[in-house]
């Protein structure tokens, strides 16, 4: 099980930023999908899931109406766009695969090398 996110950079507050995640070894149609991210002196904090049968999504409160998960069941792909960025979302953002099919009740089981965002002006 492989997962490569890419997208990550340097925008200012209120910028846009779409992050990908390539996987293999598995499909994001069979297993739970998301993002989570780990900020310097923080908690991780899931941001998003995607659940892989119904869809169904998460959204952590800090980034509901401003983060969109999607994924593309041909390409093996989850991405994340983010818009309205903001200072605190500065983070390393890492992809992961769920131990089951939903967002909910499973923990991650494997997860990429991350990608940072910095949002500064």
């Known amino acids: 099980v492989q997962l490569q996110a890419s997208g990550g950079g340097l925008v200012q507050p209120g910028g846009s930023l779409r992050l990908s995640c390539v996987v293999s070894?598995?499909?994001?149609?069979?297993?739970?999908t998301g993002w989570f991210r780990q900020a310097p002196g923080k908690e991780r904090e899931e941001v998003s899931c995607?659940?892989?049968?119904?869809?169904?999504?998460y959204y952590g409160d800090s980034v509901k109406g401003r983060f969109t998960i999607a994924r593309d069941n041909v390409k093996n792909t989850v991405y994340l766009q983010m818009n309205s960025l903001k200072p605190e979302d500065t983070a390393v953002y890492y992809c992961?695969?769920?131990?089951?099919?939903?967002?909910?009740?499973?923990?991650?089981?494997?997860w990429g090398q991350g990608t940072l965002v910095t949002v500064s002006s």
């Open positions: 992961g695969r769920k131990s089951g099919s939903r967002c909910w009740g499973y923990e991650y089981r494997y």
């Open positions: 995607i659940s892989s049968r119904d869809g169904t999504i």
């Open positions: 070894g598995f499909t994001v149609d069979d297993y739970a």
